[in-house]
């Protein structure tokens, strides 16, 4: 049977998958179902890679938050040492207090 005799049974409903003669279309069409699904398989895979690239971001991002919380901690640390050696009467700025 010929290729139009093939499309013409196939549009007429009368064309089965499992008849023998299909031939080469057939195995063809599968083949690049098989591909099709190959490249969503690898699709799939990309958008995973991308979620875990973003997750590591959002981790880096909130690494970076909490030094810089650390930082502020420890600006605030060091001003309330300068208001302390305020209140103490600075003993080590004080050229009065270092020479007696």
């Known amino acids: 049977m010929g290729k139009q005799a093939v499309e013409n049974r196939r549009h007429a409903g ?19 179902r098989e591909r099709e699904r190959e490249r969503e398989r690898e699709r ?6 991308e ?5 590591e971001r959002e981790r880096e991002r909130e690494r970076e938050r ?3 919380r650390e930082r ?8 309330e040492r300068e208001r302390e050696r305020e ?4 003993f080590r700025f004080c ?6």
């Open 87 to 90: 209140r103490e009467g600075c």
């Open 51 to 55: 979620r875990e690239r973003e997750r």
């Open 66 to 68: 909490e030094r810089e």
């Open 14 to 32: 009368l064309f089965k998958e499992s008849e023998p003669w299909r031939g080469i279309g057939a195995r063809e069409r599968e083949r690049e």
């Open 44 to 49: 799939e895979r990309e958008r995973e890679r």
């Open 72 to 79: 502020e901690r420890e600006r605030e640390r060091e001003r």
């Open 95 to 100: 050229p009065q207090r270092q020479e007696s």
